[in-house]
């Protein structure tokens, strides 16, 4: 048996932790395994028309959400308040109120008007359209 040292990087342990950062430039300040707990996983697709994220966030309702973008950053946060119940005593408790950021450096090609976000069964969809590309034009000389 080979003994491999950790070296407190986590993409040592996790090679492929880091594709969603390259693909859209994923801003999360967060660091380490332990950070990675309370931060929801997410899908980023591309279309011929747009990005499409896919937040998963069980639980939660549209309400928790909040949307920004500002100079070229799109940034989600989300926030569950803890529910108190009457006469209940928790032995153990593992999830309550949760919050969590986001933020993903967007490509200067997007709309960020267009942007529209939608909440379904535990998943926050966002669709981030593409700009129209400035089409060549022709001047014909008179």
């Known amino acids: 048996m080979t003994l491999v040292r950790f070296n407190g990087n986590p993409n040592a342990v996790f090679p492929y932790s880091n594709l969603l950062n390259e693909f859209l430039g994923d801003l999360s ?23 499409q994220l896919e937040v998963a966030a069980p ?20 926030e569950k308040p803890e529910v108190q119940q009457e006469g209940v005593k928790y032995n153990r408790r593992e999830f309550g109120s949760t919050s969590f950021k986001r933020s993903f450096r967007l490509p200067k090609l997007v709309n960020v008007e267009g942007i529209q976000a939608s909440y379904d069964k535990g998943i926050l969809y966002l669709s981030v359209p593409k700009r129209e590309e400035v089409k060549p034009r022709s001047i014909q000389i008179s």
């Open 29 to 51: 300040t967060t660091a380490g395994i332990e950070s990675h707990r309370n931060v929801p996983a997410v899908n980023v697709a591309e279309t011929a028309e747009a990005y």
């Open 59 to 78: 639980g939660f309702s549209k309400e928790n959400f909040k949307v920004e973008v500002h100079e070229n950053v799109l940034t989600i946060f989300g």
